[in-house]
């Protein structure tokens, strides 16, 4: 696999959050677009794509707003949470599901054409992406920060570090995959 494809993939994630936040001001900064990429999270969805940033971006917001909008290790999601993605132009259920409640959220159209610049870009760079990945001869799929919910997916979590000072927790083996490069410095997390 290209060591520039996952670059060019952190790079577009920051981009598509920033045409988020252009709309959402107090979202806050995305401090990793790398973790995003190998991180599991069944709860959040299975599939990094456009309306799974904004997702995330409800869970921004409800750290931002210091609003408890997951119970049960993250995994059910509330309608606070509901009400933060709808804020944010995302469709939901009319009932909760009964383990991950109002997580299964959809994008609006009219959602979907404010961003549809930022949802061609981002599609490109994951398709790029996944290009990549199967040519390495491995199939990986993006399944959401798991660092949030606990236990939901692959084992304890240590810190890593880049030459800039910034760090992640991150699943050991998931590093061991490939190098998740930090968008300021440009130089590899390594575990401390």
């Known amino acids: 696999m290209s060591t520039t494809q996952p670059l060019v993939l952190a790079a577009e994630l920051a981009a598509a959050w920033s045409d988020i936040q252009a709309y959402h001001q107090d979202l806050p900064d995305l401090a990793s677009p790398e973790a995003l990429i190998g991180e599991s999270s069944s709860a959040c969805g299975t599939r ?46 009319v009932e909760p599901h009964a383990s991950s409640g109002f997580s299964q959220v959809t994008m609006l159209k009219e959602t979907r054409e404010r961003y549809a610049e930022t949802i061609e870009r981002l599609d490109r760079a994951l398709g790029a992406h996944q290009e990549a990945v199967a040519g390495d001869g491995a199939s990986r799929a993006f399944r959401g920060p798991a660092a949030r919910h606990g236990s939901s997916g692959g084992g304890v979590r240590v810190k890593a570090v880049c030459g800039c000072g910034r760090n992640v927790r991150v699943v050991p083996s998931v ?18």
């Open 48 to 93: 990094l794509g456009f309306e799974r940033l904004l997702h995330e971006a409800a869970h921004g917001l409800a750290a931002a707003r210091d609003i408890r909008d997951t119970s049960r290790a993250g995994r059910y999601h509330n309608r606070r949470f509901l009400l933060l993605a709808s804020e944010l132009g995302l469709a939901h259920p």
């Open 175 to 192: 590093l061991a995959q490939a190098s998740i490069v930090c968008g300021a410095c440009q130089q590899p997390f390594k575990i401390a």
